[in-house]
């Protein structure tokens, strides 16, 4: 049935990673969500990681970007070429996504018409067919959950743009709550803090470090310092300042309250059957944001719930992606028909 396809690819389109899994050699690409353009002629200067080495370090005629905002695309046009830089990056060629398949992620909880959009944007590029799956369901069959039985399980996915949570049950969504904040918010907040507290300037990369090597969620873990560098704000200097990680965790003790609000609303939302199998089978918690130090501890303190963290949450999404591609062997369906009412469960099938 597939011979039709010349490659059959998961994309895992994230707003601060892109992830490509590629069937019969696993997870091809993965690079940063970021293009960078030169104003003056319109050009594509770099994508991924050589254009996120370029933050805070380009000229006033090259703009960078995340073509991605909340996890949803918002720039068509740049989100596209970025796909065609990563494709040709894979394949060693300046083809597309031609005879191609392609099961694309998408936040639970956006509208058929993005989803449809999103699909169209694909195929009008040149592949076959897009199918938009949403990055919950993805993210469980990556991190190896059995969605097929008529048991509950809830999923936290801890994007670069959004957090996702997802109650799953023979391989749908039943409920979900989604919150538009993520790793990038806190690195935003890490720079504000910065700003206020030492008057201090930093960058984007230089937050991320920050949350990286001493971000914390608990406050039971050990000190932890970090000399970083910036901009003072009163002389307009370069300056170095010392952070420890009781700091950080100020800072993103806030995001974590929003965290767990969304767990809270979301068990709120399914019926009781369903919480009490989370609460046998506990919380999976997937995305860049898991590997936050202490942050399965602290939400099996708010929730009281057992929490796992996926053996890959950075690629689970992109795997998960990879198991679906031959599902619709049996009822593959053109992008112009209508979408099928059992499309939601055929990763049960």
């Given at each position: ?75 068509f ?21 031609r ?45 190896g ?20 949570v ?15 904040q ?52 009163v ?49 999976l ?65």
């Open positions: 049935m597939f011979k039709q396809f010349d490659k059959l690819y998961g994309i895992d389109l994230g707003t601060s990673n892109t992830v490509i899994f590629e069937k019969g050699k696993g997870i091809v690409l993965n690079e940063p969500s970021v293009v960078a353009f030169n104003l003056q002629t319109g050009e594509l200067l770099a994508a991924g990681t050589e254009a996120q080495a370029m933050i805070g370090r380009a000229p006033a005629h090259v703009e960078i970007t995340y073509p991605l905002i909340n996890g949803v695309i918002a720039n046009d740049k989100t596209s070429i970025m796909l065609k830089y990563f494709i040709k990056k894979i394949q060693g060629r300046s083809s597309f996504l005879s191609s398949q392609i099961y694309i992620t998408v936040p639970c909880g956006i509208t058929n018409v993005q989803k449809r959009a999103i699909e169209e944007t694909i195929v009008h590029k040149g592949a076959k067919k897009a199918i938009a799956v949403e990055e919950p369901l993805a993210a469980a069959l990556g991190a959950l059995m969605l097929e039985e008529p048991i509950g399980h809830l999923v936290l996915d801890i994007g670069g743009g959004t957090c996702q997802a109650v799953l049950s023979l391989g749908g969504i039943v409920a979900s709550h989604t919150i538009n993520g790793g990038l918010s806190i690195d935003r907040d890490i720079m504000d803090y910065v700003k206020r507290q030492y008057n201090l300037e930093i960058g984007e990369r230089t937050a991320e470090q920050i949350k990286m090597e001493i971000g914390t969620a608990s406050t039971s873990t050990e000190e932890r310092t970090l000399d970083i560098r910036g901009r003072d704000l002389d307009g200097l370069p300056r170095s300042i010392r952070l420890v990680s009781s700091e950080i965790y100020t800072v993103v003790n806030e995001f974590l309250g929003s965290l767990i609000e969304a767990i809270r609303a979301t068990l709120e939302l399914c019926p009781p059957e369903l919480a009490g199998d989370v609460m046998e089978q506990g919380i918690l997937c995305g860049g944001g898991a590997l936050l130090e202490g942050i399965d501890e602290r939400i099996r303190a708010e929730t009281g719930v057992a929490v796992h963290i996926a053996d890959q949450p950075l690629i689970c999404t992109a795997l998960g992606t990879g198991q679906m591609l031959g599902v619709y062997k049996s009822k593959s369906r053109p992008l112009t028909h209508e979408r099928e009412p059992e499309e939601k469960i055929a990763v049960s099938q």
